[in-house]
């Protein structure tokens, strides 16, 4: 009982989290860049998002679990930071719900092939947009069945195609040499769990645990999703004649039982719709809480913009992917590192004894980070410039 209240539960809830949407893009990506150098980032993004979140961590147990990601660019970089870091993450977040609307098309498809792309998101928007209007308050059961819905495809999708994948063969890397950043930004979409870090600070805090065990179910919780997501994409390979941008066309194209398609798409629409639910309440409380929204104009902005942006056109399910990962996300990423750079500088400059999730890590690597992430946004605003 021990652990599981101590490792499993905590550990569920950060890689709950982090599983989501992104998923849908991996297959196609690492098909496009070789698999080989695909699962190479995987790994390596894995291992870099451990100490992200544990650096996040870190600034949380510090600074009190009362303050978020805004709060902290505040606490480090002024009212300079604190707008920056809010105008970044709500944009993220329209950004996000976008791609939902982009994705919802191939799952409602399945139920509904006779419509419209346009009238399969409409539909789906309709029904998220009317959710989110409502107030509903149990977000942890949507967060619940969401879980349920992205796990179950996932275990069909692996059961159905895991094994043909070792009977294929696929490049290790692309031969095209400007597609292998291409996974930088779905990878960084796919395995940040960053608003989920300071509920399982939280959890363990309430439950009378020291914050500084929080640790491994931070590791296991960020290298969880990465398992899940190779095999996933082991599977939709090995399924898939062709594989397709969202995954799904390539996987339903090679399935010749309609009960199976539907029970793909009923997981799908229910993972997708209890998601966009979600981050749909959270940017109307950013919004409103935040930037001072009144609370009409707030639920105006949370249901519209994202159907906006959809209309716009900026890009499809990949493209999306690779702004909002590579983009937002690579800024993200290096605030988090320059505020805990920040953090542990005024530490050891008054000799703080403060125990520390990361500690004594090498200048090397730090810059190392900056440059990742650094190269990730530098690729999305090249390949918008040049259209590649």
């Not at 409380?285 to 707030?298: G, I, N, R, W, Y």
Request: charged share 10%.
């Amino acid at each position: 009982m021990n652990f599981f209240k101590s490792f499993i539960l905590p550990t569920s809830l950060l890689a709950g989290t982090i599983v989501g949407a992104g998923i849908f893009s991996l297959p196609y990506i690492f098909n496009m860049s070789g698999v080989g150098l695909g699962i190479i980032f995987l790994i390596l993004f894995a291992f870099i998002y451990c100490i992200i979140h544990l650096m996040y961590a870190d600034l949380i147990i510090k600074n009190g679990s009362k303050h978020r990601f805004a709060g902290l660019a505040k606490i480090y970089f002024g009212n300079f930071g604190y707008w920056m870091s809010i105008l970044m993450t709500i944009v993220e977040m329209f950004f996000v719900l976008t791609i939902y609307l982009v994705l919802s098309s191939s799952f409602v498809s399945l139920a509904f092939p006779s419509i419209s792309k346009i009238y399969q998101a409409i539909i789906f928007w309709w029904i998220g947009s009317v959710i989110i209007f409502s107030g509903i308050k149990k977000v942890s059961l949507f967060e619940f069945l969401s879980i349920v819905g992205i796990i179950g495809a996932i275990a069909l999708v692996v059961f159905w195609g895991g094994a043909s994948f070792f009977n294929k063969s696929f490049s290790f890397v692309s031969s095209t040499p400007i597609l292998w950043l291409m996974p930088f930004g779905a990878i960084l979409f796919s395995l940040n769990g960053r608003p989920a870090v300071p509920s399982v600070i939280n959890y363990f805090e309430n439950n009378a645990m020291n914050p500084i065990e929080s640790k491994k179910s931070i590791i296991w919780g960020t290298a969880i999703p990465a398992f899940i997501y190779l095999a996933f994409i082991l599977g939709v390979l090995g399924i898939s004649k062709t594989v397709t941008p969202d995954s799904v066309s390539g996987i339903v194209s090679s399935i010749s039982s309609q009960f199976s398609i539907f029970i793909l798409a009923a997981l799908g629409i229910l993972a997708l719709i209890s998601s966009y639910f979600s981050i749909g309440l959270d940017i109307f409380k950013s919004l409103e809480l935040d930037l001072k929204f009144p609370k009409k104009l707030a639920i105006f902005f949370a249901i519209f913009m994202p159907m906006f942006i959809y209309f716009l056109n900026i890009g499809g399910f990949i493209k999306l992917i690779e702004i909002a990962g590579g983009f937002f996300i690579g800024f993200e990423g290096i605030f988090i590192v320059a505020m805990w750079s920040k953090m542990r500088k005024g530490e050891i400059s008054v000799g703080s004894s403060r125990q520390a999730l990361v500690s004594n890590f090498s200048p090397i690597l730090k810059n190392a980070l900056y440059f990742i992430f650094g190269l990730s946004v530098f690729y999305v605003i090249a390949s918008i410039a040049f259209n590649f």
